[in-house]
């Protein structure tokens, strides 16, 4: 599974990071109830009740969409409907805006409430003998309960305008609107990396200690090996590198162009450990972290590399890092 987008965010004094994988990830299904009546208040009883299902995509942690399906199951001043028990079904496309997001940042898991404003256009089918169908506009806010990481329940507020009626032009009239009160649960489905929303990564952490570890390697001594000949009297001295490090892309055990010219300087019997990063279960993070260390092994050993152990070690704290480290072993 590769990440194809990383869509980097500025919180406050960190660089935070937020990763979008594949493009089913962060969906979500939900099923929806609630009643409307005409603004207007001219008549506002009976109540027109209403159900539905919705099927949406957050893009990023601020922008989102939603597919709609509804059935409408009585007709106080919405038209001229039959006596069928399914008065109209409307199919509607939305837009989504998380402004709870947009004004306070994401910080990598979705807050307990959040606002969110949903606007968006559907197609109203009426029926009736010879059908009608009529152009709907929804302006509505989203007030989402995230009572765990899996399930959302949604208050919205709203306001459906039938802007296109009986060949009537395009307008926003209170007459033909009605007042919505809908009730969702929402189904978060799982990510390709394991969660159910988005994840951000402390980039500015991340860097820190990639530099942290480059600062212990060059602290590392270097072996002096001498080598003489018995026909010449000159002694020759090289400085042989003890240790090498290879970094893989987020949630990859491929080798990059830069990592492989990185192990083409490799020479001697070397020992082989590999680590994961934090994100992921720890047994995913496991079998990463040893796929890692087969393919350098692998790698090292067509080159006529003696690999004397490969190891992987999954995650063994919040810093770690997507890096594996080959030591000589002579």
């Known amino acids: 599974m590769t990440f194809t987008l990383i869509l980097s965010v500025l919180f406050a004094n960190a660089q935070i990071?937020?990763?979008?994988?594949?493009?089913?990830?962060?969906?979500?299904?939900?099923?929806?109830?609630?009643?409307?009546?005409?603004?207007?208040?001219?008549?506002?009883?009976?109540?027109?009740?209403v159900a539905g299902l919705k099927l949406g995509k957050e893009i990023t942690p601020v922008v989102g969409f939603e597919i709609e399906g509804q059935a409408f199951f009585n007709d106080n001043n919405v038209g001229r409907w039959t006596n069928t028990f399914v008065k109209g079904t409307n199919v509607g496309l939305n837009g989504t805006l998380n402004l709870s997001n947009l004004f306070w940042g994401y910080k990598g898991t979705p807050r307990v409430f959040e606002v969110k404003t949903n606007t968006g256009f559907g197609w109203l089918h009426k029926w009736k003998s010879g059908g009608d169908n009529a152009l709907l506009a929804k302006t509505a806010l989203d007030l989402d309960f995230n009572v765990s990481k899996s399930s959302t329940i949604s208050l919205s507020p709203g306001v459906y305008w039938n802007i296109v009626d009986y060949n009537a032009p395009v307008k926003f009239n209170k007459n033909k609107a009605q007042l919505t009160l809908m009730a969702s649960y929402l189904y978060h489905f799982k990510t390709s990396n394991g969660a159910r929303h988005f994840k951000t990564y402390d980039v500015g952490a991340m860097m820190s200690e990639i530099n942290y570890l480059n600062d212990e390697l060059a602290k590392k001594p270097k072996e002096v090996v001498r080598y003489e000949k018995t026909e010449i009297t000159k002694t020759i001295t090289e400085v042989v590198q003890k240790e090498w490090v290879v970094q893989f892309a987020q949630n990859s055990s491929q080798l990059s162009e830069e990592a492989k010219n990185v192990l083409d300087n490799v020479k001697?019997?070397?020992?082989?450990?590999?680590?994961?990063?934090?994100?992921?279960?720890?047994?995913?993070?496991?079998?990463?972290?040893?796929?890692?260390?087969a393919i350098i092994a692998d790698y090292l050993t067509k080159r006529d590399i003696k690999v004397k152990s490969h190891r992987g070690l999954g995650c063994l704290n919040e810093t770690s890092n997507r890096i594996a480290i080959i030591t000589i072993n002579n």
């Open 17 to 49: 990071a937020t990763e979008n994988s594949k493009i089913f990830d962060n969906t979500y299904f939900g099923i929806e109830v609630g009643a409307s009546t005409p603004l207007n208040f001219n008549s506002v009883f009976p109540l027109n009740t």
């Open 268 to 293: 001697g019997t070397v020992d082989i450990v590999a680590y994961a990063s934090p994100e992921g279960t720890k047994e995913y993070n496991q079998r990463l972290s040893e796929r890692r260390a």
